[in-house]
């Protein structure tokens, strides 16, 4: 291959080629994808980490074989990146060349441009300008974390149905409610948190010991370390859960709820007491993020005034993306985990 820095059309990117764990992950020349209509190229400042993107890394081993996707080697991995406007296809009008801008890429689908590179094209519905009271680190790290509690409990921004689930999700009022978050600390539930108490309820954080000063910062209004007593055991009567873990383990929380209350686990596969849930008359619901380059819009006025702090856990160089993975790796993550590009 070309050298990258005698070649424009090259650029370094983190690659893979085969399904694993951090390793496979190389940093390496790629070419510069074309741009084609209706998309923006972005110099990429930063990344956000997200769960999916240790999922494709492995190959969605959770997922039964029909669902997993079809994945043409080699690939890019991510979805959150902040940056500056390097070019525009002649049919964009609404951004400009130098602009600074940010956006979760095209997920739940994936394309030959994705985040870990030092540019992506961007589908223009999907992005919006940076907020401009917050750098690139922390804007990177906002797009997949609060569009997801943003659909899960504020509006949905798209008719998308989840085939997990005969309804369709609807976010529920909040104010003047008792909301429970579980996994309060984590990337999508310290957002979740901030927009519960924006809205107006009565926030319970669930999260581990080193987290409690934190959440009460960010306005929780109760702290329950998980590692000391169990949540479900001793809060009752509550309006919403809010399980930013999810999974197998959501429907304990079932008993928590009043009648009419909602379960929203953000991780559903495994769950599978719905006959349970009808008994208590509790809700179970859940949705699929979607890009949304409006919704990212709304937020950024919360963003700059502080309504919204957005917490980074850590930083790597796009060349460390392996070590970055490691450290999710290892869990209790405090916000999000952000890789920087020079």
Known sequence: MENYKNNPRLMKAIRQHEFGGPEVLQYEDAPIPPLQNGEVRVKVKAIGLNPPDWYLREGYKMLPPEWQPKVPFPVILGTDISGVVDAVADDVSKFSVGDEVYSMVRFPSYGP???????VNVPVLELALKPKNINHTEAAAVPMSLLTAWQFMIELGHDVQNPLQSNTHKPVELNNKRVLI??????????????????????????????????RKLGADEFIDYTKSKAEEIVHNLDLVIDSVGGSTTSRFLKTLKPGGALFPIFPLGFNDNEEAQKLDVTVSATQVRSNGKQLEEFVPLLNDGTIKVIID???????????????????????IVLTVN
């Open 113 to 119: 441009s994705q985040a870990y590179a030092e540019y």
């Open 182 to 215: 579980n996994g309060a600390a984590g990337g999508v539930g310290h957002f979740a948190l901030q927009l519960a108490k924006w809205k107006g309820a009565y926030v319970i954080a669930v999260a581990s010991t080193k987290q409690e000063t934190l959440l």
């Open 314 to 336: 850590s930083t790597f160089p796009l060349a460390e993306a392996s070590k970055a993975h490691e450290r999710a790796a290892k869990g209790h993550i405090q916000g999000k």
